[in-house]
T-cell receptor, first 117, second 113 residues
């Protein structure tokens, strides 16, 4: 079974600064996908960024970038120029191949990010 | 793309009652997932549909839980004889080509008294 570890229960960052949220994963698959989702207090999971295991470049989406280190099995999320609206829970997830081709997501426990003005 | 919708958003029920939740995925998405999220945890997979076929069920899905997707469009998740341990956020997600990501609905928060 695959496993996602997020070791930071909470992180604080000053507005306009960059912050890195840690994620390590464990899998024996050669082909896999890694995701980051944001969950505000309203509860909806918002997709941020995706990294495929065979992608040669680190993924970037606007202010979000994924620092993918395959040998270390880490997929850290970097948020640049933090904004107050970035305060939320952040979840790292891995796509796991299941029965019937489900490709379900396995999530970590999340990191609560607080952006201070 | 109107997004994934779920109904109701909140449900309070008494122990032993049955509840049913509905999920409307993004219309062209053939894959539909249900997850459960308890306080302080990430979402956990419950079940997966491809079109109308339920192809995978988690061990978390006890006999009191049943899910359907009758015409390959909307899906329902029913919990019979609810228990306090069923209190959680129930999230629905859908996925379709060419996307890698799953798109989540706003969730249904269930409280069992």
């Amino acid at each position: 079974a695959q496993k996602i570890t997020q070791t930071q229960p909470g992180m604080f960052v000053q507005e306009k600064e960059a912050v890195t949220l840690d994620c390590t994963y464990d899998t024996s698959d050669q082909s896999y996908g890694l995701f980051w989702y944001k969950q505000p207090s309203s509860g909806e999971m918002i997709f941020l960024i995706y990294q495929g295991s065979y992608d040669e470049q680190n993924a970037t989406e606007g202010r979000y970038s994924l620092n993918f280190q395959k040998a270390r099995k880490s997929a850290n999320l970097v948020i640049s120029a933090s904004q107050l609206g970035d305060s939320a829970m952040y979840f790292c997830a891995m796509r796991e191949r299941g029965r019937g081709g489900s490709e379900k997501l396995v999530f970590g426990k999340g990191t609560k990010l607080t952006v201070n003005p | 793309d109107t997004g994934v919708s779920q109904d109701p958003r909140h449900k309070i029920t008494k122990r032993g009652q049955n509840v049913t939740f509905r999920c409307d995925p993004i219309s062209e998405h053939n894959r539909l997932y249900w997850y459960r999220q308890t306080l302080g945890q990430g979402p956990e997979f419950l079940t997966y549909f491809q079109n109308e076929a339920q192809l995978e069920k988690s061990r978390l899905l006890s006999d009191r839980f049943s899910a359907e997707r009758p015409k390959g469009s909307f899906s329902t998740l029913e919990i019979q004889r609810t228990e306090q341990g069923d209190s959680a956020m129930y999230l629905c997600a859908s996925r379709g080509l060419p996307h890698n990501e799953q798109f989540f609905g706003p969730g249904t928060r269930l409280t069992v008294l």
